[in-house]
């Protein structure tokens, strides 16, 4: 099959763990590699974000990755790219024009969007994955929503025009359903995890005689590292390592850090928190496996591979029961679940995982199993083309096998 992606923000080539660059990157960088290790042909439309990229790259994975021309070609925040996106529609219609895909897989809304707008006029279907939506973004956020507002009502309606959304867990089918969006419509493919890279064997950071507890993910506050400097207060043995955001040389200057740091000296325990600013995606693994217990603590998240790259590592996993995360971690057998913004039940859930090193293997395998069985990437990309053949005309798929 011929695979468009579109990912009008997120780029497969980007450094993970900055404001705008996580698991949206991650997902659409490992799904089309998985697809284009099946036979399939894929190519990623992204937005250039500078001026030195090239028209085309093709990617070790063998997909390749065009960068469209919309808006200036620096960093631009995603809430304020939707005034380009008529240019990226223009410029998506043209090459779709040219070069028909038989499917198209949009990822976050603004793609959405510009898909539909190119691909209903050549009747080629769209798939939708939001990846986070609007309407939990303004539930949590409130005031400090930075999206759009015309972010909600679009989404609903890219909801509703899409071939079929391709949510990526349980929870985010539930917010769809609410928003009015019928559940016949819909499938569940989850983000997968990259099995070769994590894997219980292989280096681990090294460290002290104290316990570490690790949080990886943007700084952002949504990602709720404060519950986790929180629950050090009645964790005293414990140290703390939150790896994320700008590189280390860079953290003096961003916000989050600082604030981060600041909470964290109020409460006294600064001494036991480290910001390890970005890690490279291929030290990620040793950093997890140096752990005695991942916690992962949002307010909300819409999926969360972080959580799964920990079971993949046999970490055992303290998840705030939010998201995704309620499919993928199971609680009482892969890690445990707490009430989000909880740092009381994050430090009661670490203390028991601490005081017991048979629980922690034993959650520690049984992640690893979970995360080989159900999560490999090849799974993912089988599971996200079984969504495709849905919606793709049977007599497309006959003249390209014939
Ligand atoms: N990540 C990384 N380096 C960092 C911070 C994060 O490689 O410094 C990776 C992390 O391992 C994971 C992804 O970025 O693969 C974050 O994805 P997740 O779904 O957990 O969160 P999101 O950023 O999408 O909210």
Redesign the pocket.
């Known amino acids: 099959m011929k695979i468009s992606m579109v990912s009008e923000h997120a780029s497969p080539l980007a450094a993970?763990?900055e404001v705008d660059a996580?698991?949206?990157n991650?997902h659409v960088a490992e799904l089309s590699a998985g697809l284009t290790r099946a036979g399939h042909e894929v190519t990623v439309y992204t937005r250039r974000d500078d001026e030195k990229q090239p028209d085309e790259v093709t990617m070790p994975g063998g997909y390749r990755v065009v960068h469209v021309p919309a808006g200036p070609p620096r960093y631009v925040p995603k809430d304020e790219l939707l005034p380009h996106m008529g240019e990226f529609t223009r410029f998506l219609s043209s090459h779709w024009e040219a070069d028909r895909p038989d499917v198209v897989h949009a990822h976050f809304w603004m793609s959405g969007l510009a898909s539909l707008m190119a691909a209903r006029p050549l009747d080629v279907p769209v798939v939708q994955t939001f990846h986070a939506l609007g309407v939990v973004k303004r539930r949590h956020q409130g005031a400090h929503d930075t999206s759009p507002a015309e972010r909600i009502g679009l989404e609903r309606l890219i909801g509703r025009h899409a071939s079929r959304v391709a949510a990526t867990c349980s929870d985010e089918v539930f917010e769809l359903v609410r928003m009015g969006l019928p559940r016949s419509r819909m499938s569940v493919v989850p983000?997968g995890v990259d099995l070769e890279r994590f894997t219980p064997q292989g280096p681990a950071e090294p460290r002290d005689h104290r316990y570490r507890v690790v949080s990886?993910?943007?700084l952002v506050p949504r990602k709720g590292f404060d519950v986790a400097i929180a629950a050090l207060r009645s964790l005293p043995e414990v140290e703390l390592v939150i790896?994320?955001?700008p590189q280390e040389g860079r953290l003096a200057e961003d916000p989050e850090a600082q604030r981060l740091l600041r909470f964290a000296s109020e409460l006294g325990v600064a001494d036991r928190v480290r910001l390890t600013g970005?890690?490279?995606?291929a030290d990620?693994p040793a950093l997890l496996r140096s752990a005695d217990v991942v916690v992962c603590t949002p307010w909300y998240?819409p999926?969360?591979?972080?959580p799964l790259?920990a079971m993949a590592c046999g970490v055992p996993v303290v998840a705030a029961a939010v998201g995704g995360l309620t499919d993928s971690v199971v609680d009482g057998v892969t890690g445990v679940h707490v009430p989000p913004r909880r740092p009381d039940a994050v430090a009661a859930a670490v203390r028991k995982l601490l005081s017991d090193a048979a629980l922690r293997d034993a959650y520690g395998i049984a992640g690893s199993d979970r995360a080989r069985c159900r999560y490999s990437w090849d799974r993912i990309a089988t599971d996200t083309f079984r969504v495709y053949e849905r919606v793709v005309p049977a007599a497309a798929l006959s003249e390209e096998t014939g």
């Open positions: 993970l763990g996580g698991g949206q991650v983000c990886v993910g943007r790896a994320g955001g970005q890690i490279a995606r990620v998240e999926f969360g591979i972080v790259e």
